[in-house]
C-alpha cells in the first residue's frame, strides 16, 4: 500500500520547544490582554475583506483595516473538533490524537473507538479508521494554561467541543470561567437560549431562553472583559454561529431577503454572518470605551472552512470536511494597535498550531518545556520584523464520519499542494501547484513525480513522527456490496466536478 510506512524518519521539521527559564512573573500590567473570537464553519470568502460580494462585515473589514489579515491561513482539520483541539494544545490533531470529534466518557486513555458508520455495514467500506482519542487529553497543556500561570485571568466563552465529560471542560484547561460550552453531543435546533437551556450548555449567566446565543455570548464577553480591565487577561470567544442549524435573527432576515445574491445566496447565512460582525463590534467598542484598545490584541479566526450547504468556498475547491482548500483556508486576522502592521494582507502559509506560540511570544511569554509546540510564532511577520522559514504544513484526516470526510492526508510545501488518500486499497495521491493552479483544477501528480515523491517522502516521515493513527485495511470489505459507499463517493465527486465545471466557465 502506498500509505504503508517504509521510509526511516529523515525530515528535520521546526519545532518550537521554550527553554526552560525563570518562573514568569504573577502579575505584569505591560502584559497584553488577549481576545481571540473564534466562528464555526465560516469560510475563507464569508467576509467582504476576503472577497465576498453578498455578506457585509463592516466591523469584522475594519478590524482588518487596523490589523493584517492573513490570506494562506489554513485550519489544522477539516471539522470542528481537530481544529480546536490543535488550536489549544498547539499540536497537529496526528499529535495530539485528537483527530475527530468527542466521545462521552470519563477516560482520556480508554476512549479509542472506531466510528465507521457508527458500526453498522462495514462491507462497503473499502478502509477503516482508526481508533481516535475521543477528547483534548488532560495532560496537554493549554495556551490558556500557561497565560494562567503567568497571572492572566482567563475566560472562555461557547462552544467547546473538545471533550464532554466534566474532567475534560475548558476549567480543566486553565479556563478560570468557562460558560456557555455544550456538555452534552446532542445537536441543538436552534441558536436562541431556549435551544441550550437547561441541559445541552454548561450555565451561561443570565441567559435566557429568548436571547440569541451569539448576543448572549457577547454580552457575557463584554462583561468578562469589564471585570477584569485592570489585568491582563485571555478571553476566547467560541461563537456557535455560523454552523447548521442556520438559524438568522427574524429581523435581520427580512432584510437579507431583499438583498441581491452571488454564489453565495443564502439570506439566513447573512444573517447569521451580520450576528457575528455586530459582535465583532461590539467588543471592539467595549475595549475602546474601557481605553484597553491599545493594550489588547484581537484575534479572528474561524475553526474550519465553509459548509457547502450554508455557503460558497469558490473559486476555492471543496468545502468543510473535504480534503481541499475550501475546507481548509480560515479568514485570520490580528489586530493590536499601533503594535502589529494596520492594513496588511499577508500571504504566508500558516496553520492553527501556530496560534499557541504567536499568542505566547506577542505577550512575551514563554511556552512550557513539557509541552511540544507543532507551530512556529508569527511575530516576526505581525512586527514586520521578517519572514517565517519555509517549512512544510501537514494535514492528516484518518475517518470517515457522518459529514461526508473520507480519509486523507495532505503536505502543503512552498507552492505545492499533495493529497494522499486512504478510500480505496491502493491509495491515491493528487498534486497542485498552488501558484499556479489555486482553484486546484491540475493534478500534476504523475507529470512532476519528481515533486510528487519528495513531498510524498516529507509526508510519510511526519506520519511517522507523529505516530498518526492510520487507517487499515478492511478485511470484510465487499465491492459487491458498496453500493452505499460508491454513492457516498459519487455524490462528492459530482460535487467536485460541479466546482470544476463553474471554474473553468468563469
Ligand atoms: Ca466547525
Redesign the pocket.
Known amino acids: 500500500m502506498i500509505w504503508k510506512f517504509s521510509l526511516l524518519f529523515t525530515t528535520c521539521l521546526v519545532l518550537l520547544v521554550g527553554c526552560a527559564t525563570k518562573k514568569e512573573e504573577k502579575t505584569n500590567a505591560t502584559k497584553p490582554n488577549i481576545v481571540f473570537i473564534l466562528i464555526?464553519?465560516m469560510g475563507w470568502k464569508d467576509l467582504a475583506c476576503m472577497g465576498s460580494k453578498y455578506y457585509r462585515t463592516p466591523n469584522i473589514d475594519q478590524l482588518a483595516s487596523e490589523g493584517m489579515l492573513f490570506e494562506q491561513a489554513y485550519s489544522a482539520g477539516p471539522?470542528?473538533s481537530p481544529?480546536r483541539a490543535a488550536i489549544l494544545s498547539g499540536q497537529y490533531p496526528a499529535r495530539n490524537k485528537m483527530t475527530e470529534g468527542p466521545e462521552m466518557s470519563p477516560s482520556p486513555d480508554s476512549l479509542m473507538a472506531k466510528n465507521d458508520n457508527k458500526g453498522k455495514n462495514l462491507e462497503w467500506l473499502p478502509t477503516r479508521s482508526p481508533a481516535r482519542r475521543g477528547c483534548l487529553h488532560p495532560d496537554q497543556i493549554t495556551f490558556a494554561e500557561v497565560m494562567q500561570s503567568a497571572g492572566y485571568k482567563t475566560g472562555y466563552l461557547g462552544k467547546w467541543h473538545c471533550g464532554y465529560h466534566e474532567s475534560q471542560w475548558p476549567d480543566k484547561q486553565g479556563f478560570e470561567m468557562a460558560e456557555g460550552f455544550r456538555t452534552l453531543a446532542t445537536r441543538t435546533h436552534g441558536h436562541y437560549g431556549r435551544d441550550y437551556i437547561p441541559k445541552l450548555s454548561w450555565d451561561l449567566k443570565g441567559l435566557t431562553a429568548d436571547e440569541y446565543m451569539a448576543d448572549a455570548l457577547t454580552r457575557r464577553a463584554q462583561e468578562f472583559i469589564t471585570e477584569h480591565q485592570a489585568q491582563p487577561f485571555l478571553l476566547v470567544l467560541s461563537h456557535y454561529l455560523v454552523?447548521a442549524p442556520f438559524q438568522a435573527k427574524p429581523e435581520l432576515l427580512e432584510k437579507w431577503k431583499k438583498v441581491p445574491t452571488t454564489d453565495q445566496n443564502n439570506p439566513t447565512m447573512a444573517a447569521m454572518i451580520e450576528s457575528v460582525d455586530q459582535s465583532v463590534g461590539n467588543i471592539m467598542n467595549t475595549l475602546e470605551e474601557l481605553n484597553l484598545d491599545e493594550n489588547t490584541i484581537v484575534i479572528f479566526s474561524?475553526?474550519?472552512g465553509g459548509y457547502h450547504v450554508g455557503t460558497s468556498t469558490y473559486p476555492l475547491l471543496g468545502s468543510?470536511a473535504m480534503p481541499y482548500e475550501g475546507s481548509s483556508r480560515v479568514p485570520l486576522i490580528f489586530k493590536w494597535k499601533n503594535k502589529i502592521k494596520s492594513a496588511v494582507k499577508d500571504s504566508t502559509p500558516t496553520v492553527q498550531v501556530d496560534l499557541y506560540p504567536t499568542m505566547l511570544d506577542l505577550a512575551g511569554i514563554k511556552p512550557n518545556p513539557n509541552q511540544h509546540l507543532d507551530g512556529v510564532s508569527l511575530k516576526p511577520i505581525l512586527m514586520d520584523k521578517g519572514k517565517l522559514n519555509e517549512r512544510p504544513l501537514f494535514f492528516h484526516f484518518p475517518h470517515y464520519s457522518g459529514v461526508g470526510c473520507t480519509p486523507f492526508s495532505a503536505i502543503r510545501y512552498q507552492s505545492w499542494k499533495l493529497y494522499r488518500y486512504y478510500n480505496n486499497h491502493e491509495g491515491t495521491t493528487q498534486l497542485f501547484n498552488l501558484k499556479t493552479d489555486p482553484y486546484e483544477q491540475d493534478d500534476l501528480a504523475k507529470k512532476r513525480t519528481d515533486i510528487t515523491d519528495s513531498l510524498n517522502t516529507l509526508l510519510t516521515d511526519w506520519l511517522l513522527e507523529t505516530d498518526a493513527p492510520m487507517p487499515t485495511i478492511n478485511k470484510i470489505y465487499n465491492p459487491s456490496d458498496s453500493t452505499q459507499y460508491s454513492g457516498m463517493a459519487s455524490y462528492r465527486k459530482s460535487q467536485i466536478l460541479r466546482q470544476r465545471r463553474e471554474a473553468l466557465l468563469k
Do not use: E, I, P, R
Open positions: 464555526d464553519d471539522v470542528c481544529s454552523h474561524s475553526d474550519n468543510k
